[in-house]
């Protein structure tokens, strides 16, 4: 991650079963939506790098939201948007990397895996959050 410049951007944390960089929502996208900021595309890219030195691994992308409720013509709920979160995530990596995509999962997480708390403006920026998990190859999980 620090040989990428990553590590200023992304955060890493790791069990014996996964790897796991998040990334805060407002990096990728503006608030309410689900199209990826053209911002956004040198740090997936550089992600995708990443991920192809492990290509045998099962990828898990998570989308997760605040608990502001949303209710938009394209959104009727958070639940809708952190899946539509997640699944641009997966489009991108699958167009622009060698990534097997049967290995890839994707999945929205709504407002229901909070990070922090969503009483305060910095909490709730925390949570609007995707995750990607890179699991390990001996894990029970694959």
Same mark, same amino acid.
């Given at each position: 991650?620090?040989?990428?410049?990553?590590?200023?951007?992304?955060?890493?944390?790791?069990t014996s079963?996964?790897? &796991? #960089?998040?990334?805060?929502? @407002? +990096?990728?996208?503006?608030?309410?939506?689900? !199209?990826?900021?053209?911002?956004?595309?040198?740090?997936?890219?550089?992600?995708?790098?990443?991920?192809?030195?492990?290509?045998?691994?099962?990828?898990?992308?998570?989308?997760?939201?605040?608990?502001?409720?949303?209710?938009?013509?394209?959104?009727?709920?958070?639940? &809708? #948007?952190?899946?539509?979160? @997640? +699944?641009?995530?997966?489009?991108?990596?699958? !167009?622009?990397?060698?990534?097997?995509?049967?290995?890839?999962?994707?999945?929205?997480?709504?407002?229901?895996?909070?990070?922090?708390?969503?009483?305060?403006?910095?909490?709730?920026?925390?949570?609007?959050?995707v995750e990607?998990?890179?699991?390990?190859?001996?894990?029970?999980?694959?």
């Amino acid at each position: 991650m620090s040989e990428t410049g990553l590590d200023q951007m992304v955060e890493l944390d790791y069990t014996s079963q996964y790897v &796991e #960089l998040t990334l805060n929502g @407002a +990096l990728l996208f503006d608030s309410g939506k689900a !199209e990826l900021k053209e911002s956004a595309f040198p740090i997936l890219d550089q992600i995708g790098v990443i991920l192809e030195r492990y290509s045998d691994s099962v990828v898990e992308i998570e989308g997760h939201t605040d608990s502001v409720p949303i209710n938009s013509a394209r959104f009727p709920s958070n639940n &809708e #948007l952190s899946d539509a979160r @997640a +699944l641009s995530v997966f489009y991108y990596l699958v !167009e622009n990397t060698n990534l097997d995509p049967s290995l890839i999962k994707h999945s929205g997480r709504g407002e229901y895996v909070p990070v922090a708390d969503n009483s305060t403006a910095e909490g709730r920026a925390l949570n609007r959050r995707v995750e990607i998990k890179i699991y390990n190859t001996l894990s029970d999980y694959q």
